[in-house]
């Protein structure tokens, strides 16, 4: 049997405004952010003058789920539907959560019922077969390191500006893979900037607060170029600025590049194609810095640097060094720099 395509978030988005209703939800998953904005569209089918007779907004630690049950039974009252929402449904155990599939099984028509489970999976075994079966199961996934930086890229097409690589990277570097954060920054540039305008470095910088100059993208840029002088002064505005710049997250961007660098040094095709594809990396302009790394490292010193990495991390946490990060972080960029490629076997 073929398996049944995932709803995404956008498809479920347009069912909702072409007022496509199911008789039942389960919105479910560890990010919070696509259940919150699902759950904003959901209380606001029932028109207000409405509300008060055919909305239910219930908690599920609070409600007995036979309860939740019997309000969904009811009729509307002057309307075609009733819509009941039960939130915080991660907040109960499996077994009450799931004596909720007796409803899912025959759902009533004129009830939408929305079971939230923001944060967490939900655990019902006949629950989430019969949601499944009667209505729409949603399962809202964290984002991956690796799926950032297209979803940036595409939040900011939606806002009908041009995303600038390099400005697309900061933008996740900076923030990170909370997609409330993101989309709040992002946003943030929508409504400065007119359409059809490019998100640069600089546009990033200036309404963001991000220093196009001093950041982990422009440190592993310079790392790859093996520019001594570009990365200490990189490496000292982080020491003069903590509060925005930890050392352990830079080591860890530089450690994330030497693995992926060492790919690139044992790949068969070292060809641009060739490169995309051991990487799987999208476009051509997220492999330069590789390719620019293969002209100024070989494997073994890949391979030394990778250890000295490892090293800092292990005495930035206060094994076998008193030293602060900053200090640290200094003396592995000028061994990075330096490595000669001596490994001792």
Not at 50 to 55: A, I, L, P, S, T
Not at 61 to 77: G, Q
Request: charged fraction near 25%; aromatic fraction near 8%; hydrophobic fraction near 45%.
């Amino acid at each position: 049997m073929a398996a049944i395509p995932a709803v995404t978030f956008d498809d479920l988005c347009k069912r909702l405004a072409l007022r496509q209703y199911a008789p039942v939800y389960l919105l479910h998953g560890e990010e919070g952010y696509y259940i919150d904005a699902l759950l904003d569209r959901f209380e606001r089918i029932v028109p207000d003058a409405e509300k008060d007779f055919n909305q239910y907004v219930l908690y599920a630690p609070e409600v007995d789920m036979d309860s939740v049950i019997d309000l969904c039974r009811r009729c509307p009252m002057m309307s075609d539907r009733q819509v009941v929402i039960l939130k915080e449904a991660q907040a109960v155990n499996a077994l009450t959560l799931n004596r909720l599939h007796t409803y899912a099984s025959r759902p009533t028509p004129s009830t939408i019922l929305v079971v939230a489970c923001r944060g967490a999976v939900a655990k019902g075994k006949d629950l989430i077969p019969a949601v499944r079966k009667n209505g729409v199961v949603f399962e809202s996934k964290k984002v991956r390191e690796s799926g950032a930086e297209t979803l940036v890229a595409e939040r900011i097409r939606q806002l009908h500006l041009l995303p600038d690589p390099k400005a697309v990277a900061m933008i996740r570097e900076h923030v990170g893979t909370d997609i409330s954060r993101l989309f709040n920054e992002i946003d943030k540039l929508g409504a400065l900037l007119p359409p059809g305008a490019k998100v640069t470095p600089e546009v990033v910088e200036r309404h963001i607060g991000i220093s196009k100059d001093y950041n982990n993208f422009e440190l592993v840029d310079a790392v790859a170029a093996r520019d001594a002088a570009r990365v200490f002064r990189i490496a000292d505005y982080f020491a003069a600025n903590p509060k925005n710049n930890s050392a352990i997250a830079s080591a860890a961007m530089l450690f994330g590049y030497f693995s992926d660098l060492l790919i690139c040094q044992f790949s068969s095709d070292r060809s641009e194609r060739g490169l995309m594809d051991a990487l799987q990396a999208k476009s051509a302009w997220a492999i330069r810095k590789y390719q620019l790394g293969l002209t100024k490292y070989n494997a073994w010193q890949s391979i030394e640097i990778i250890g000295a990495l490892r090293d800092f991390d292990r005495k930035s946490k206060g094994c076998g060094s008193r030293q602060d990060e900053y200090s640290l972080f200094r003396e592995l960029v000028f061994h990075i720099l330096s490595a000669p490629g001596k490994i001792d076997l």
